[in-house]
């Protein structure tokens, strides 16, 4: 007899992480349901090993912290943001290094994969007011440190905003 233990419905589009250069789909924990694309993060392969993560409470309990949407550095960052982009949420220093923009409109992030429990939304807008999600693209992964990346059509419009949302799941 077979017995289906999970079932997987991977598609190529967002939620999904879309992986390129030979990255593979990890699990991020051995209960997290396979058909939810917030069970999975674009990772080096690891047959027969589990990603090891770490939860916000872990992290947050590390670093002497509370709430997922306090920022007790004052950078202008939550403990939840923080917790994802693997920034110390003690220092303001940080801040000018995590993000790099371009020329050409690309705005580059990086990402702290082995974080759980939390998703990153990269978000444009013209008036501040209407928020649109927009699909970033991994552009580099070292380690558990991934490089995502999004292209402004400069051209569209005379400005445009952006920003990086943290929501847990």
């Not at 705005?107 to 974080?115: M, P």
């Amino acid at each position: 007899d077979q017995v289906t233990a999970d079932d997987v419905r991977y598609q190529s589009t967002l939620p999904w992480p879309i992986v390129t250069g030979g990255s593979s789909l990890t699990r991020n924990g051995a209960i997290d349901f396979g058909n939810f694309s917030s069970s999975w993060n674009a990772a080096p392969p690891t047959p027969g090993r589990m990603l090891k993560t770490e939860s916000y409470q872990s992290w947050a309990s590390k670093n002497g912290i509370g709430l997922e949407d306090l920022d007790p550095d004052g950078d202008s960052l939550s403990n939840l943001l923080e917790f994802s982009l693997g920034t110390d949420p003690n220092s303001p220093d940080e801040f000018a290094s995590l993000f790099r923009i371009d020329p050409d409109g690309t705005v580059s992030f990086t990402r702290h994969i082995n974080h759980s429990g939390v998703t990153l939304e990269f978000q444009t807008s013209t008036d501040l007011k209407t928020w649109v999600t927009r699909e970033t693209v991994v552009s580099e992964l070292s380690g558990s440190i991934q490089t995502r990346k999004f292209t402004l059509n400069l051209s569209e419009t005379s400005k445009t905003f952006w920003r990086l949302r943290a929501l847990a799941l």
